[in-house]
């Protein structure tokens, strides 16, 4: 598949020369857990996010780019499939039965807009259990998670569209990433 990843243009550049890679994000509200995150098939927003990014005060990103990679999911967590359910919610109850031991307040989605969580500590936490769980049964880890997510406004009056929809993968196994390209 196609992904592209928004980032500052001195980054960009180094990636495309060789220089450096794309460095993994571990925040706790990620998504899709830790990972580099590429926009599927959207260069157009992948640049959004990075000039959005470059506006906010304490911003790493000063000149917004967008650098192309090639990408082969591999073992891939798809969160568009059904059948992933039952994993997400055995290793939620992993992560709920993990907490309530330690008497510590499970981690909570947070930051609603339009609806939807922006801000994914819960689910950011739960995929993490679940990335721990297949390690300790000594099964193959992921390379790859990759999910929709509906972001934004309606499209129009009405819509169940989503004026910022996306489909993101998150990689892991960074030989996942089969070769960068420039986006003109």
């Known amino acids: 598949?196609?992904?592209?990843?928004?980032?500052?243009?001195?980054?960009?550049?180094?990636?495309?020369?060789?220089?450096?890679?794309?460095?993994?994000?571990?925040?706790?509200?990620?998504?899709?857990?830790?990972?580099?995150?590429?926009?599927?098939?959207?260069?157009?927003?992948?640049?959004?996010?990075?000039?959005?990014?470059?506006?906010r005060q304490y911003s790493k990103i000063k000149n917004p780019a967008v650098i192309g990679a090639f990408i082969h999911p591999g073992l891939c967590l798809n969160l568009t499939d059904y059948g992933v359910n039952e994993d997400l919610l055995e290793a939620y109850d992993v992560l709920k039965t993990s907490f309530a031991s330690t008497q510590t307040e499970l981690p909570t989605n947070k930051t609603r807009r339009n609806g939807i969580f922006m801000q994914r500590q819960l689910d950011c936490a739960t995929i993490k259990v679940l990335h721990e769980m297949?390690?300790?049964?000594?099964?193959?880890?992921?390379?790859?998670?990759?999910?929709?997510?509906?972001?934004?406004?309606?499209?129009?009056?009405?819509?169940?569209?989503?004026?910022?929809?996306?489909?993101?993968?998150?990689?892991?196994?960074?030989?996942?990433?089969?070769?960068?390209?420039?986006?003109?």
């Open 134 to 184: 297949r390690e300790l049964h000594n099964q193959a880890a992921y390379d790859t998670v990759y999910g929709v997510f509906e972001e934004g406004d309606e499209l129009f009056a009405g819509s169940g569209f989503k004026a910022k929809t996306h489909v993101q993968i998150a990689v892991l196994n960074q030989a996942s990433i089969l070769g960068y390209f420039r986006v003109a």
């Open 1 to 55: 598949m196609i992904g592209y990843h928004g980032c500052d243009q001195e980054i960009a550049e180094k990636v495309l020369a060789g220089l450096e890679g794309l460095k993994p994000s571990e925040n706790d509200y990620d998504w899709l857990g830790p990972g580099i995150y590429f926009w599927v098939d959207s260069k157009e927003r992948g640049l959004q996010w990075a000039t959005e990014q470059s506006q």
